[in-house]
Nanobody, 121 residues
Framework: EVQLVESGGGLVQAGGSLRLSCAAS????????IGWFRQAPGKEREGVSC????????YYTDSVKGRFTISSDNAKNTVYLQMNSLNPEDTAVYYC??????????????WGQGTQVPVSS
């Protein structure tokens, strides 16, 4: 059974940093694309970042480029999202998701339960 468990969320002040973790189980980690998504109150879910399985190519949405870094530890089956210079617009529930195809699949197949990241001004 595929499982994804996010952790590391919590209240942070503007300008601060957090590192989110996505612990995965039930599949061969490096064969899958792992993405981070977020949903702010009253807004649609958006893709934040993704790391491709195998080649490890990373992708970021424009609003987080230069501030967020996605990385993976295949030995631990864990993907991280290092978030620096956070601002209140980053406030959202953050989800990780996995899919066997690619970072550009329309709908990722497996999802975690989400972790909240409130950023205070």
């Amino acid at each position: 059974e595929v499982q994804l468990v996010e952790s590391g969320g919590g209240l942070v002040q503007a300008g601060g940093s957090l590192r989110l973790s996505c612990a995965a189980s039930g599949f061969t980690f490096d064969d899958y694309a792992i993405g981070w998504f977020r949903q702010a109150p009253g807004k649609e879910r958006e893709g934040v970042s993704c790391i491709s399985g195998g080649d490890g190519i990373t992708y970021y949405t424009d609003s987080v480029k230069g501030r967020f870094t996605i990385s993976s530890d295949n030995a631990k089956n864990t993907v991280y999202l290092q978030m620096n210079s956070l601002n209140p617009e980053d406030t959202a529930v953050y989800y990780c998701a996995a899919d066997r195809s690619s970072c550009f699949v329309r709908d990722f197949r497996w999802w975690g339960q989400g972790t909240q990241v409130p950023v205070s001004s």
